[in-house]
């Protein structure tokens, strides 16, 4: 089946830093979707993506839908503390079953 | 508008004994689908449910039972719980753009 690559699986950072993480894949899909995971809570979403070279902003959040249909990024500028969590890519690749395939996601830990 | 609810937030049980976990939105979605989690596994699809009255197998379907009761309600039953079975579990529903999929808080569930 298909599979989303993400990297990197965890980061460490200081407080203020930007952050990049990214997904890609050998398939194309038509959509991308990046979601964040607090401890103990469901996955939240972030900042969905339609269009091939879209490039979306969710306050400090920047996110983009790869020119080839195959990858996308988020990133995250002057991150805090409640930054840290799960965060997981999502791609959807068609069909009414509206299907998604999901990274395994990048551990983000922001230290104060 | 209470969004995607799960019931219950944690459950301990035997192993053999059997359960069923609720998920119910309000945001009258049509497609709704059952998720678990398990470290460094993703989020991976168990059963889904496309339109009220239709059911199909996703990635991990052995050893559940979903039943689609209404279009605001999805559950989820274990007839014989396994410590394999032993996870998060997470119901999520489409919106009008049916790729963009919405989660509920997600139910812990520990089989001994």
């Known amino acids: 089946g298909q599979q989303l690559n993400q990297s990197p699986q965890s980061m460490f950072i200081q407080e203020g830093e930007d952050v990049s993480m990214n997904c890609t894949s050998s398939s194309i899909f038509n959509t991308w979707l990046w979601y964040k995971q607090d401890p103990g809570e469901g996955p939240v979403l972030l900042i969905a993506l339609y269009k091939a070279g879209e490039l979306t902003s969710n306050g400090r959040l920047t996110a983009q839908f790869g020119i080839t249909r195959k990858d996308s990024f988020l990133n995250i500028s002057a991150s805090i503390p409640s930054d840290v969590g799960i965060y997981f890519c999502?791609?959807?690749?068609?069909?009414?079953?509206?299907?998604?395939?999901f990274g395994k996601g990048t551990l983000l830990t922001v230290n104060p | 508008n209470a969004g995607v609810t799960q019931t219950p937030k944690f459950q301990v049980l035997k192993t053999g004994q059997s359960m069923t976990l609720q998920c119910a939105q309000d945001m009258n979605h049509n497609s709704m689908y059952w998720y678990r989690q398990d470290p460094g596994m993703g989020l991976r699809l168990i059963y889904y449910s496309a339109s009220e009255g239709t059911t199909d197998k996703g990635e991990v379907p052995n050893g559940y039972n979903v039943s689609r009761l209404n279009k605001r309600e999805f559950s989820l039953r274990l007839e014989s719980a396994a410590p394999s079975q032993t996870s998060v579990y997470f119901c999520a529903s489409n919106s009008w753009r049916g790729e963009t999929q919405y989660f509920g808080p997600g139910t812990r569930l520990l089989v001994l």
């Open positions: 999502a791609g959807y690749s068609g069909g009414s079953n509206y299907k998604l395939t």
